[in-house]
């Protein structure tokens, strides 16, 4: 199922991207709009199915199932070291991550 307008998927694509500070091309944006109309039918037909005397639930498996539980006791370990903590971090000043501003415009 695709999107009617193609204008409202460009703006979803030009928004998404602006959201991941990405610049994108018109060959990516039909590409990527096409790909948004994909995505969004399928969600859409869900929402067409007849879920009448499904219950409602939350989250993923209880711990009661089988499978999931085995959960492991909540008690207090040693945390991992720093510079183990920071070894892939992009960009660091020591002691902790180094991350772009993303409240209040650039800094």
């Known amino acids: ?4 307008d193609p204008s409202a998927e460009r703006e979803l694509v030009h ?3 602006a959201l991941a500070r ?6 990516e ?3 990527l709009g096409a790909q948004f109309a994909r995505i969004l039918g399928a969600f859409h037909s869900l929402s067409e199915l007849n879920v009448e005397g499904v219950p409602e639930t ?3 498996p209880r711990p009661a199932s089988a499978a999931f539980g085995r959960l492991r006791a909540d008690e207090p370990r040693a945390s991992l070291e720093r510079a183990a903590a920071l070894v892939n971090a ?3 000043d020591g002691e ?3 991350v772009p501003k993303t409240v209040g415009g650039p800094s």
């Open 22 to 27: 990405l610049s994108i091309g018109a060959a």
């Open 90 to 92: 992009p960009q660091q």
């Open 1 to 4: 199922m695709s999107n009617p």
């Open 58 to 60: 939350t989250g993923g």
């Open 96 to 98: 902790f991550y180094v």
């Open 29 to 31: 944006e039909a590409r």
């Open 15 to 17: 928004k998404t991207a």
